[in-house]
């Protein structure tokens, strides 16, 4: 595991998996929106001990500087053992039902962006002959909630396409779907904090043991995996009378 | 820059009103506009107020916690101002560095480590945290980030450490570390017993320990006693030692008021003491239980109530040491005040660079009391008479109530470092000392 691609490098769980996995001999190739931070993000992999981590700004919807980048990073270092897609936002679900633009924005950075890489990757891999692909979805993605649908849709939606890639991509590449529960993460820094919120230095653990496992989708942590197991049994008539 | 309404607390239970707390992430974001005043925070370890500010910006800073660059070959690192020492131990320890002066949490930020020019237990040998910082960016209110070092803006690089964070917001600290050839801690314990022991085992044992310390059973009637620890690093590396990255048990609510009381407080200091007696002399801990055995337990503070506790940390010149320790524990004890964790260590005469360095040639003696109203803040009060009678100092990482005065007493230049204080900066503690409106 020493070729790592990375599309949303800034992420605090991506940082936080990076940083685990900065080795002597590790290779990085990160793509992101903000170049600076991106630059931020490897300066400090080096310092860890990387071989290599080169940046590259990717701006949403461009799929021909997504393109780009993802064959340059193959051509750069031959090959990689492994894709982690972390890129997303938590788009506020008032702005998104207000605002058309806002809600395809969203969906093309946080769902469609990382569909197009992934088949880019897919590509390499089955060429390759092994990799595997990690896919950050959420817990949001196992059922609709009033309150953040929109982001919950765009997680379901690449819940739906590991599945299928994971056929594609058996036996030689493990396509895994990582289900985090709530993160204390920039993106969640104006949520309110309580016990059930993790870091994402555990994300990030349980991420490394989902690959040396080739599983399927995992939840992090562990417990989300029974706690979702309930919700999503739930009958439809209860669930749509929330408000939650 | 994300923005939100915010209750900020300190370490010894200080909260903060109407403020806003505003997380800086990444170093090149530019700061929360706005006319409001602001102060950097990292994790809110200082005791009383100087992390604090009503009626203002808080600039959190603890998810800025990238390394920028390390020198194998000197320990030259250079890391963002959010990076904890527990983070930094982690990345340093495995390729035989360490920090070069620990304060007693490894849960604390290298911006707040030059904030508060934070010393340790090596004082006597190496001086302050700011003894080791080679230079370190500031971002000021005009929104320029300025390289300070020694050579590079000298007058912002010595009113910085020290500086409480008032010049300015910490982006980033470049620090020498110091090589260890293992993790863990050769140690050695020594009963002390009447207060001139604790003089005299020091400066005897001093010249022969990187680190020392001395615990002090401030609840014991009768002679004064204690523990005198001292250690060095271990030579060579004997097995693997692996440090506690989170805290392995936490108190995880504020616990009633009795809880630590008198009674409980000079039990567990004779607990300490006996547990001690068990085995003096030398033995071989890892750098964790020697450095930072309190964090082992998350939110301790806790334990001391909704009143939190009132730490009173002083420094008074040698010569004035027996006199001062005598004085100020007789009047804690006479006050039936009990003190958890009373702790004597001579610093020594290496100078700091800050203009605001507590850390002076001297002795300190740091007292831990939980708070109890009125009577807590009389006792304080009687005790600043002692120190200053000494022509001592005090150190405001750990208050929440010295005045102006008393401030202005202890830190001789402050004079020359209101002038580079940053307008847009301040904290409660800079209100109430009069260095900021």
Known sequence: MKHILVLGATSAIAQAFCRARATPGARFWLMGRNEARLRIVADDLMARGAAAADVRAIEPGNFSSLKTAVEEGFRVNGRFDLFLAAQGSLPS???????????????????????????????????????????????????????????????????????????????????????????????????QKNALFSSPEKVAVAIMSAIQRRAAVVYAPFYWRWIMMLIKILPRRLVKRLRA | MIGHE?????????????????????????????????????????????????????????????????????????????????????????RGWFIPVSPGTKFVTMGGCVANDVHGKNHHRAGSFGCFVTRFGLRRSDGAERECSPENHADL?????????????????????????????????????????????ARREEAHFDYSVAWLDATHAGTPRGVFIAGNHAEENHAPHFPRSSPRCSVPLTLPDFVLGAWSIGLMNAGYYAANALHWGESRVGYDGFFYPLDAVAHWNRAYGKKGLAQYQFVVPMEFGPEALRETLG????????????????????????????????????????????????????????????????????????????FERSFPRHREFKELIDPACSSNFARRTGLTA
Not at chain 1, 152 to 173: I, Y
Not at chain 2, 74 to 89: Q, S
Request: charged letters at 20%.
């Open chain 1, 93 to 191: 679900q008032d702005l998104c039902e207000g605002d058309p633009g806002l809600l395809s924005k969203f969906f093309q950075a946080s769902a469609v962006d990382i569909m197009q890489a992934a088949l880019l990757v897919a590509d390499k891999f089955e060429h390759q002959g092994d990799g595997a692909c990690v896919i950050l979805g959420s817990v949001a993605g196992d059922r609709g909630r009033r309150t953040n649908y929109v982001y919950g849709a765009a997680k379901s939606a690449l819940e739906t396409f590991c599945e299928g890639l994971r056929q594609r991509l058996e036996p030689a590449s493990p396509v895994i779907l990582v289900k985090p529960g709530p993160v204390d993460t920039p993106m969640t820094a104006h949520l």
């Open chain 2, 6 to 94: 915010k209750t900020f607390y300190s370490w010894g239970g200080k909260v903060t009103s109407g403020s806003h707390g505003e997380e800086l992430v990444w170093r090149g974001d530019p700061l929360p506009a706005g006319a409001r005043p602001r102060l950097a925070h990292g994790l809110g370890r200082s005791y009383g107020d100087s992390c604090l500010l009503n009626d203002g910006c808080i600039v959190e800073t603890q998810r800025m916690d990238h390394l920028i660059a390390f020198d194998s070959a000197t320990g030259v690192v250079r890391c963002e101002a959010g990076c904890t020492l527990a983070k930094l131990l982690e990345f340093c320890v495995p």
């Open chain 2, 157 to 201: 690089f010595r009113a910085t450490i020290g500086g409480l964070g008032l010049t300015g917001i910490i982006l980033w600290v470049e620090v020498r570390l110091k090589p260890i050839r293992s993790p863990f801690i050769r140690q050695r314990t020594e009963p002390l017993r009447g207060i001139n022991a604790f003089f005299e085992v």
């Open chain 2, 331 to 406: 009047k804690a004890q006479a006050a039936r005040q009990a003190s958890f964790l009373t702790v004597v260590k001579l610093f020594g005469a290496i100078p700091s660079p800050g203009l605001l360095s507590f850390p002076r040639p001297g002795v300190t003696v740091c007292f831990d009391f939980p708070h109890l109203g009125a009577s807590t803040e009389r006792l304080l009060d009687d005790l600043d008479r002692t120190v200053f009678a000494c022509g001592g100092a005090l150190y405001p990482a750990k208050d929440a109530r010295m005045s102006r005065e008393s």
